[in-house]
């Protein structure tokens, strides 16, 4: 394909970006612009003039506001889901559709999370990569406070689901510390549940072994390995506080996952996720692990189903390479088209569509 412009008049559109619009006076400042500006295939479109937005919360200020773009509000208004932003064919597939993209905290989840409370659930095995392709868990963890004012972080209770929502693990863990706070309003931990309570130590070998799935922890590799792809919200700090190490290649975190954050790349609390993009509430009153392991998998599995359009190169982690412009000569770019310079223009993130 041939990219380049024969003409010099500076007619509309010329230096105008393929992607996000903005437009600029002269060439050399919309390759600037392209350098640093990561657009790609797997950015949030806005399925009316084909904006692309840096995440889903910029795509629903354009779509919905504070400051919409008046056109494509008025359609999205009528047939756009508030859920996956997505636009339908009519109001009538609109409201099928939305149908099933809102999910619920249905009751039955309230009753295994109470059935839960009754003891461990422990269904940890290592199947060594025997069940087929990559397996998926989510992890959460609800914290009881240690030290003198309370306020370190420790794990009083975690869970991991898989891709299914079944439960494989879930218990209450008994700190290597004193615990100087329950947190009983939000945690429902009492100082009995913990007592006699699994071990850190043990619950710690137990989760590092699962996840690794016989894997030796330096071959754990992305792509074809037994490994098992973990996903959260925070997972640093659950991580953290459960000493469990992971490779960042396997990790899946909601709070860290561009297309997920706020504008100004501040991460969104789970409980705002799931309200905006899952349409139901979590985290009311006392709160189990288990509802944000479930929340957490929804939204993964959400944003892995996105179809976008496929790429010869999808590598997004390597510093080193972070955008392919970098090889290009700025006089060469300059007589690009403003179509070509996307076509080349690579994400500065890992899509997690790459995963299905
Ligand atoms: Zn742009
Ligand atoms: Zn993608
Ligand atoms: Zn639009
Ligand atoms: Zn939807």
């Known amino acids: 394909m041939d990219y380049r ?29 392209m350098r640093t500006s990561f657009h790609s295939v797997h950015e949030s479109k806005c399925g009316i003039c084909r904006k692309h937005c840096r995440s889903f919360e910029s795509l629903r200020e354009h779509l919905i506001g504070p400051l919409p773009k008046q056109e494509c509000k008025n359609i999205f208004n009528i047939r756009g ?43 940890l095995n290592i199947d060594n990569g025997y069940s087929r392709g990559t ?19 420790l794990c009083g209770r975690v869970c991991l689901i898989d891709e299914n929502e079944n439960i494989l693990f879930h218990s209450y863990i008994k700190p290597l510390i004193p615990v100087t706070n329950y947190r009983y309003d939000t945690t429902g931990i009492r100082p009995e549940y913990l007592r006699d309570a699994m071990p850190l130590r043990q619950a710690q070998k137990k989760i590092q072994d699962f996840l690794c799935n016989g894997e030796p922890m330096w071959k754990v590799k992305p792509r074809g390995g037994r490994a098992r792809i973990l996903v959260g919200h925070g997972l640093d700090h659950d991580l953290d506080r459960l000493q469990v190490e992971y490779p960042a290649v396997m990790i899946r975190d909601t709070a860290k996952y561009p297309p997920l954050m706020k504008t100004s790349k501040l991460s969104n609390s789970l409980k705002y996720l799931t309200q905006a993009y899952l ?29 976008h359009g496929a790429e010869d190169y999808s590598l997004a982690s390597d510093p080193q390479n972070r955008n392919n412009l970098a090889a290009w000569r700025q006089s060469e770019l300059e007589r690009m088209s403003p179509e070509g310079l996307l076509a080349l223009s690579r994400s500065d993130f890992y899509c997690w569509c790459l995963d299905s």
């Open 5 to 33: 412009y024969e003409s010099s008049d500076n007619s509309s559109g010329r230096n105008k970006c393929a992607a996000c619009f903005r437009q600029f006076n002269k060439m050399e400042h919309l390759v600037d612009h």
């Open 81 to 123: 889901c508030r859920y996956c932003l997505t636009i339908l064919e009519s109001s009538n597939a609109r409201r099928v559709h939305q149908e099933r993209c809102q999910f619920s905290n249905v009751n039955a989840v309230g009753l295994l999370a109470r059935m839960a409370t009754l003891g461990i659930r422990d269904s």
């Open 135 to 153: 397996q998926v868990v989510a992890l959460a963890c609800k914290m009881v406070g240690g030290g003198s004012d309370g306020s370190l972080d």
């Open 279 to 307: 349409g139901y509430d979590i985290q009311t009153g006392i709160q189990d692990p288990f509802e944000d392991c479930v929340a957490t998998m929804r939204l993964y599995t959400r944003m892995r189903s996105q179809r």
